[in-house]
T-cell receptor, first 116, second 114 residues
Framework: GAVVSQHPSWVICKSGTSVKIECRSL??????MFWYRQFPKQSLMLMATSNEGSKATYEQGVEKDKFLINHASLTLSTLTVTSAHPEDSSFYIC????????????FGQGTRLTVV | RKEVEQDPGPFNVPEGATVAFNCTYS??????FFWYRQDCRKEPKLLMS???SGNEDGRFTAQLNRASQYISLLIRDSKLSDSATYLCVVNGGLGSGGYQKVTFGTGTKLQVIP
């Protein structure tokens, strides 16, 4: 299957700092990228959807000024957690797809963020 | 009604058993359907797509019932290694704003017991 690379796989940061997570589709053009968050023992929760070249669409309850998403190219999307707090500690996963081709979503490996 | 609903489980089954998962969806215009498997603290991985005609891959069979708006996953001859959480995923097509609306079920946890 297609490869989506997410980096870093884990990060520890101090409260108040910002963290950037990258999501790259390595062998296909991702027209759409999704960012999810997963708290322990809970399901994946969609945070936002971004289409290449346009602003991300955020799910209800997700602060767009706190979780900055950039999808500048067909192979790269970034999520920046600004002014991180301990409650932002979570598992963040991106997925990429080319739904014009009706393909499934391919997931990155996930980033485990711990804010101390 | 949730857009995608699954029984959260857990399903505890002995090795060799057959286990079935169901998932219902509310958007009748949904276009594509998938089953993902997620191991603890790992990213979900595609298990199989679900086609209208039904599809089988070894011990796994997926079916789609558009009239009743549900998809199913059947695992035969369960192995210990099948223990994981199984997520159904529904692509609801273009939502408002022109983006793809992809919705995950909450997942059903399967524990295969020796």
């Amino acid at each position: 299957g297609a490869v989506v690379s997410q980096h870093p796989s884990w990060v520890i940061c101090k409260s108040g700092t910002s963290v950037k997570i990258e999501c790259r589709s390595l062998d296909f053009q991702a027209t759409t990228m999704f960012w999810y968050r997963q708290f322990p023992k809970q399901s994946l929760m969609l945070m936002a959807t971004s289409n290449e070249g346009s602003k991300a669409t955020y799910e209800q309850g997700v602060e767009k000024d706190k979780f900055l998403i950039n999808h500048a190219s067909l192979t790269l999307s970034t999520l920046t957690v600004t002014s991180a707090h301990p409650e932002d500690s979570s598992f963040y996963i991106c997925s990429a797809s080319n739904f014009r081709l009706n393909t499934e979503a391919f997931f990155g490996q996930g980033t485990r963020l711990t804010v101390v | 009604r949730k857009e995608v609903e699954q029984d959260p489980g857990p399903f505890n089954v002995p090795e060799g058993a057959t286990v079935a998962f169901n998932c219902t969806y509310s958007n009748s215009a949904s276009q594509s359907f998938f089953w993902y498997r997620q191991d603890c603290r790992k990213e979900p991985k595609l298990l199989m797509s679900v086609y209208s005609s039904g599809n089988e891959d070894g011990r796994f069979t997926a079916q789609l019932n558009r009239a009743s708006q549900y998809i199913s996953l059947l695992i035969r001859d369960s192995k210990l290694s099948d223990s994981a959480t199984y997520l159904c995923v529904v692509n609801g097509g273009l939502g408002s704003g022109g983006y793809q609306k992809v919705t995950f079920g909450t997942g059903t946890k399967l524990q295969v017991i020796p």
